[in-house]
């Protein structure tokens, strides 16, 4: 599924970076989500840290969120039109209630894993929370690229989550990362792709007629 290029030699210290793109195409993946094993083990389950997902033009915005375990995460909606955020995903089964502009309490994800976030007005409207405990986690830039140089140098167990990789968003790949080198990694997505994010013409009406209201 993955193919790997090492692309320089080892060095001293940690100097590397990743880069992932996509097999076939060799276009560049972001939002895809890296995971690092490090020597010091893997995270307390508790965090301060308070992190937004917004509803805004019928989209989860970021459509990809990383959090530590343990964090807060609040839906506010920017739309005019109401929205009911749910999930059925492992590490936590919620639905919230029907709301406008009423941001509802934050919610505490304690349990590591991929939450996959629905609402029950729009069924194209689909957002990710990766909910990690690993030492190091971070998400691709618009490059497909996560910089590495903050690590020890050696070679770790990593693995690697994109919301295209299989239908069920819940494999990684995994394998190896050597901090010290620039790793190319060309990522083979077999996942259905999302349906389109515009709006049917029904909607646009409907969504014309709210504005109208709300500014006659």
């Known amino acids: 599924m993955l ?17 992932l793109i996509q097999a076939g195409s060799q276009a560049p993946l972001e939002q895809a989500v890296i995971e690092i094993s490090l020597p010091e083990g893997r995270r307390d389950a508790v ?9 805004r033009d019928a989209r989860f915005n970021p459509q990809v969120s ?11 909606n920017l739309d005019i039109t109401r929205h009911q955020v749910f999930s ?50 971070a998400m691709t830039d618009a490059s497909g690229r ?8 050696g070679r770790y167990p990593m693995r690697i989550w994109h919301p295209r990789l299989e239908d069920t968003h819940q494999q990684w790949w995994e394998g190896e ?7 190319r990694l ?3 997505l077999e996942a259905t792709p999302p349906p389109s994010a515009e709006p049917s013409l029904l909607q646009q009406r409907f969504q014309r007629g709210l504005k109208h209201q709300e500014h006659p």
Not at 3 to 19: D, E, Y
Not at 66 to 73: A, D, F, Q, S, Y
Not at 146 to 153: E, G, Q
């Open 66 to 76: 990383v959090i530590p375990v343990g964090t807060l995460v609040s839906f506010p």
């Open 3 to 19: 193919t790997l290029l090492m692309l320089s030699s080892l060095t001293a210290r940690a100097s590397g970076s990743l880069h």
């Open 47 to 55: 965090s301060d840290e308070h992190y937004e997902i917004v509803q």
């Open 186 to 188: 060309a990522l083979t």
């Open 146 to 153: 996560v910089d590495l140089t903050s690590l020890p140098s």
């Open 88 to 137: 059925f995903s492992p590490p936590r089964v919620f639905s919230l209630d029907l709301y406008l502009k009423e941001t509802p309490p934050p919610m505490r994800f304690e349990t590591p894993g991929v939450e996959v976030l629905g609402c029950n007005i729009h069924d194209r409207m689909q957002g990710f929370i990766v909910i990690s405990d690993a030492s190091f986690s």
């Open 177 to 183: 990362i050597d901090t010290r080198s620039n790793t």
